[in-house]
């Protein structure tokens, strides 16, 4: 495994370092001041609009799509330290338009969608002219497991009805989101995996009610949001069905691949931020006649940091590499692997920068306290810590 960085990556990586230098860090506290002081905290923040545009100029979009019809044609390995490079700002992703669950959408549109389906919904994705969100989880059922979704998607005539109520519906609450993708069962009888499908249902269609936008640890995330939502008969075309009726598990299980690395990847650079903004901390504030920087403790939190933070790199990248050289399947052990990884790693280089912050470390004023919020919500989407370890120990016990 060669994780020599390409010329190519390296001139980006330039790019995106300056553009996040120059536009991304000094707009964050703007972005936050459009949010809270417009009339209502669920519209667009003009400056995410100007960000945008000027990342389009610098040719900095779509950097996640490997097909290069489509994206930048960057590989698994190649997009990693982009993506990590973008994880270091929670605004930064939608800058770049590679912010989930559009990301997840986009690919699944690439790969399984019909013309019809691309030239409608994909091509303004890829335009960051609309977002999207993904319906899966019910607040019902244990959702870890895909296969006890309920919601149930029924063919009647040209047309397939919806039933069923979703939650925790990331994006739902921006108001440039027009798509969902629901996954539902269209037959129950079928064997365990095929009885799930996927569907695409406009947001604006009659029986789509959003019934309440859900906090994480007292952060509504807005303009973003994540939504509760009830589909009360809901029709929409049956020309809306994703790839076909029983293809619903499986999409998820090719959907769900290069998302949990995005996040693992975004992940790192969380770590990268909050190492740094703890090294900049100690070094200057002085506790007990010495900066905080020569206290021993801190030496070792920095240290251990450190060490986790390359660890978790390389995984990240090997996995990366499987899934560009054998596949999504075969790379399926390192996925869940770095799934578990990342999430903790960042959440412990997290708690100590908090610590070496003290009272500041858990205020607004810093944004170590969101950015541990959405960490600790990673060990649970895409499949929690536990769900993964049993896929860890099953392969090996399988000597595979």
Known sequence: MNFEYSDKVKKLQEKLIAFMEEVVYPN???????????????????????????????????????????GAGLTNLEYAPLCEIMGRSSIAPEVFNCSAPDTGNMEALV??????????????????????????????????????????????GDEYVINGRKWWSSGAGDPRCKIAIVMGKTDPTAPKHEQQSMILVPLDTPGVKIERMLPVFGYDHAPHGHAEITYDNVRVPASNILWGEGKGFAIAQGRLGPGRIHHCMRLIGVAERALQLMAERVKNRVAFGKPLADQGVVQEWIADSR?????????????????????NKTAK??????????PNVALKVLDRA??????????????????????????????????????????????E
């Open 28 to 70: 964050e506290k703007v972005y936050y001041q459009q949010v809270n002081e417009a009339e209502s905290r669920w519209t667009v923040p003009p400056v995410m609009e100007e960000m945008k545009a000027r990342a389009k100029e610098a040719g900095l979009w779509n950097l996640f799509l490997p097909e290069s019809q489509f």
């Open 111 to 156: 790969r399984y969608g019909t013309k019809e389906q691309q030239e409608q919904w994909l091509t303004p994705l890829l335009n960051g002219e609309i977002r999207s969100c993904f319906s899966m989880t019910e607040p019902d059922v244990a959702s870890s497991d895909a296969t006890n979704i309920q919601a149930s998607i029924v063919r009647d």
């Open 307 to 327: 060490i986790e933070i390359e660890q978790a790199r390389l995984l990240t990248l090997k996995a990366a590499y499987m899934m560009d050289t054998v596949g």
């Open 333 to 342: 052990k390192e996925i869940s692997m770095i799934k578990v990884v990342a």
């Open 354 to 399: 908090i610590q070496a912050h003290g009272a500041a470390g858990v205020s607004g004023d810093f944004p170590l306290a969101a950015m541990w919020a959405n960490s600790r919500t990673l060990r649970l989407a895409d499949g929690p810590d536990e769900v993964h370890r049993r896929a860890i120990a099953k392969l090996e016990l399988l000597g």
